[in-house]
T-cell receptor, first 110, second 113 residues
Framework: KAGVTQTPRYLIKTRGQQVTLSCSPI?????VSWYQQTPGQGLQFLFE???????NKGNFPGRFSGRQFSNSRSEMNVSTLELGDSALYLC?????????FGPGTRLLVL | GQNIDQPTEMTATEGAIVQINCTYQ??????LFWYQQHAGEAPTFLSY????GLEEKGRFSSFLSRSKGYSYLLLKELQMKDSASYLC??????????????FGQGTTLQVKP
């Protein structure tokens, strides 16, 4: 089976812009979670989607949003970008018990 | 919230054995995971414990004590390629069998020749 794929892999934006990241889970997996990883805060849970519905949400402001499509592909959006949003954004696809991470999108906000 | 504590850094010698500890609050528990993350790469799954005891998988083993809120990852016959960050993560109570995990800050392991 193909692994989790994320696009784009790298992105540079400026403050105030918005960005959309995409994730395609492992075939057959219906759960997709998003995480933010920074050197200072580590890996932090953003939200999880299952069968097109948000199932869990972390403690991030409303500027961070997501959605899931009927084919389980997911997107996350960050509006009004801030410098502190610079991070590695990881998507994870979950099967029965285990989550498998994609390669991530490295976002740099200038 | 769920506090997860791991040592920040560890150093070990090639061929040796190293144990990486992880402690978490016992206010609720729904499964514990270990991931390995090489610099610049995504985390890769190592192990999952939900019951007390030792789970062995090749050179890697993971132990869990739910009553003590304690887990460790044991790496045997260390190789240079084991130099990486090791992340302990807990599925918080009330989250069922979902994808929500709370991660520790990670332990950076350096393996020296």
């Amino acid at each position: 089976k193909a692994g989790v794929t994320q696009t784009p892999r790298y992105l540079i934006k400026t403050r105030g812009q918005q960005v959309t990241l995409s994730c395609s889970p492992i075939s057959g997996h219906r759960s997709v979670s998003w995480y933010q990883q920074t050197p200072g805060q580590g890996l932090q849970f953003l939200f999880e989607y299952f069968s097109e519905t948000q199932r869990n949400k972390g403690n991030f402001p409303g500027r961070f949003s997501g959605r899931q499509f009927s084919n389980s592909r997911s997107e996350m959006n960050v509006s009004t970008l801030e410098l502190g949003d610079s991070a590695l954004y990881l998507c994870a696809s979950k099967g029965e018990e285990t989550q498998y991470f994609g390669p991530g999108t490295r976002l740099l906000v200038l | 919230g769920q506090n997860i504590d791991q040592p920040t850094e560890m150093t070990a010698t090639e061929g040796a054995i190293v144990q990486i500890n992880c402690t978490y609050q016992t206010s609720g528990f729904n499964g514990l995971f270990w991931y390995q993350q090489h610099a610049g790469e995504a985390p890769t799954f190592l192990s999952y414990n939900v019951l007390d005891g030792l789970e062995e998988k090749g050179r890697f083993s993971s132990f869990l004590s739910r009553s003590k809120g304690y887990s460790y990852l044991l790496l045997k016959e260390l190789q240079m390629k084991d130099s990486a960050s090791y992340l302990c993560a807990v599925r918080p109570p009330g989250s069922g069998n979902t994808g929500k995990l709370i991660f520790g800050q990670g332990t950076t392991l350096q393996v020296k020749p």
